[in-house]
């Protein structure tokens, strides 16, 4: 709430909690807040519903690579419970130079300006 974060050469695992909840974010910027993202790996599991969310905030994120389940590993049947990338609401939002690879659920604006450039999505659904 209304903070200034910066976070760099971090790396966030999304790990299924012993009650099997996990974590529903990595990140979460909210009420005017202003966040920096540099650098990061986010490792999204099939608990953690989205890596970094942003509310009535201003996110900037680069350099940073998010990827989903391995290779081999069963895709998630409920779209609900699919690990996404990016949740903008509310938001300014600059995102680039940034890997996304087999995130299920992408990235999502809603009533947000996003700027996207350089960035890599393969294998996203």
Avoid: P, W
Avoid at 28 to 35: D, G, R
Avoid at 45 to 60: F, G, I, P, Y
Wanted: net charge negative.
């Amino acid at each position: 709430l209304n903070s200034c974060v910066n976070i760099k050469s971090s790396l966030f695992i999304g790990e299924e909690g012993g009650d099997n909840t996990g974590s529903k974010s990595s990140i979460s910027a909210q009420s005017s807040s202003k966040v920096t993202i540099e650098n990061c790996e986010f490792s999204l599991d099939r608990m953690t519903v989205t890596a970094v969310r942003s509310e009535s905030s201003d996110l900037t994120m680069s350099g940073s690579y998010l990827h989903g389940l391995e290779v081999g590993e069963d895709s998630v049947e409920d779209e609900s419970e699919a690990g996404g990338a990016l949740h903008l609401l509310n938001s300014v939002a600059k995102i680039e130079n940034n890997y996304f690879y087999r995130v299920e659920l992408g990235a999502h604006a809603f009533k947000s300006d996003l700027t996207c450039s350089g960035n890599l999505f393969y294998s996203c659904s």
